[in-house]
């Protein structure tokens, strides 16, 4: 997808995530829009797209929230580099690797914002940080990962059509 696309897209994504998902949360909790883009995205595209998605998702994200600007685009291009490495053709044809890899990135992702809060002085209770908010959310982005994902399925067809001979 260019960068034509691929802007307004993330911009769009990131008013819905920092204003509309807030209001629809469960329990205060609520899937990570940006992340579950990028997610799949990466299971679906060559290898190295994920992370100028999660780049280019990141700012967007950095621009609107409270965190220190730079800790998300860090976070979602870590993901997106890392579906990079790991992307092999099993994850187009198994069910279930997508909704492991989907619980591993939110740990990741949530990791490396961990991380990096810390880093800067932030005082993070990460016991609790883990366990209340990190693996609810991986689960919530686990049930949610099909809606994202299939629609980006077909726009991936529809940008990349294959060539049948």
Same mark, same amino acid.
């Given at each position: 997808?260019?960068?034509?696309?691929?802007?307004?897209?993330?911009?769009?994504?990131?008013?819905?995530?920092?204003?509309?998902?807030?209001?629809?949360?469960?329990? !205060? *909790?609520?899937?990570? #829009? $940006?992340?579950?883009?990028?997610?799949?995205?990466? &299971? %679906?595209?060559? @290898?190295?797209?994920?992370?100028?998605?999660?780049?280019?998702?990141?700012?967007?994200?950095?621009?609107?929230?409270?965190?220190?600007?730079?800790?998300?685009?860090?976070?979602?291009?870590?993901? !997106? *580099?890392?579906?990079? #490495? $790991?992307?092999?053709?099993?994850?187009?044809?198994? &069910? %279930?690797?997508? @909704?492991?890899?989907?619980?591993?990135?939110?740990?990741?992702?949530?990791?490396?914002?961990?991380?990096?809060?810390?880093?800067?002085?932030?005082?993070?209770?990460?016991?609790?940080?883990?366990?209340?908010?990190?693996?609810?959310? $991986?689960?919530?982005?686990?049930?949610?990962?099909? &809606?994202?994902?299939? @629609?980006?399925?077909?726009?991936?067809?529809?940008?990349?059509?294959?060539?049948?001979?």
């Amino acid at each position: 997808m260019t960068l034509w696309l691929l802007v307004p897209a993330f911009a769009i994504v990131s008013i819905i995530q920092t204003a509309v998902l807030p209001m629809v949360s469960i329990a !205060g *909790l609520r899937p990570d #829009l $940006a992340l579950l883009i990028v997610v799949a995205w990466g &299971l %679906l595209s060559n @290898p190295g797209e994920a992370a100028v998605w999660g780049f280019v998702g990141g700012l967007f994200l950095d621009l609107a929230s409270g965190l220190p600007f730079g800790t998300q685009t860090l976070a979602l291009t870590g993901v !997106g *580099l890392l579906l990079s #490495l $790991a992307q092999t053709n099993i994850f187009r044809s198994n &069910l %279930l690797l997508p @909704p492991a890899a989907m619980l591993l990135a939110t740990l990741v992702y949530n990791l490396i914002i961990l991380g990096i809060l810390s880093t800067l002085g932030w005082q993070i209770n990460w016991e609790d940080y883990v366990v209340w908010i990190t693996l609810p959310t $991986a689960l919530i982005n686990t049930f949610v990962l099909p &809606l994202v994902y299939f @629609p980006l399925q077909r726009l991936h067809r529809f940008l990349h059509p294959q060539v049948e001979w």
